[in-house]
């Protein structure tokens, strides 16, 4: 026992040197590992969290899935992007931001969801009255046949939106037998269908209503022109739709849909063919 203990600290020196050789050594191995990039185990974390990011599913065309305003719950949040948010957030708030936009949300004018994935078309209309958009929201819900179209444009420019862009809403009505599969909008599983009136087995179409927009403009049909701040208004509205979804959306009128119908007027015709070749009214 002495003789060992005489012995110990020539041991611990040793040990002291032998251990802060190795440490040395793993060091410099860990350094050169790091610098010679992914092949070190060190690196193999960064690789697999590098792959999750770009998994199916999350391409480009799915960034707009999931727009700023309120929505319904729905399977694609999943999907959501949040890195690409702020982006479309920017862009749609500036273009948001030239427009007089009053959000006046009435949830009895909601018929289903409606997500970017089932968005095609905007549907123009007149009002055929020459009444304030707040007061059309109004006379709307107080007729209770639960028809509205998502936006309201006044002779000023004034805009209001009563319904979400996420919701159906029945503002195209019945269209001509055939029109759900000349415009592929078969699909009416989405829309609750309530308050909906048959109208004769001419126009038994209901699939519109589940895939577009529908605006309408304050306007007595024969009554002259459009004025330019509501055309203007509606320059800006088209734009910041499609800059809601991230793509453009075809555009027609009501007529369009079901033959015989007022709206839009003779005096809109030009416009209609402006903004379907240009997107403005006026045609540049
Ligand atoms: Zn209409």
Redesign the pocket.
Known sequence: MLRNKAQHPKRRILIVVLVGVFFCILYLVIILSNSQGGSSPVAMPRFDVGSTISEPGQQAGVATDEPAEASSSTANQGELRPEEEPHQNQNLEAIRAELYLIEDYRPSFVHGYKGPEHQKYIVL??TEGDALPQSVVDWWEGNGNLVAAHFVIGVDGTVVQCVPMDNIAH??GFGNAGHNEYYGVTDESRDDRLGTVPIGSWAPDYGMNSYSIGI?MVHVGGSGYYPPAQLQALDKLIAYIDAYYGFESAIID?KAWRTG?S?TSPEFAQYLANYQAYRSHTGA
């Open positions: 209309h007149d503002h195209a309408e009501h119908n709206d």
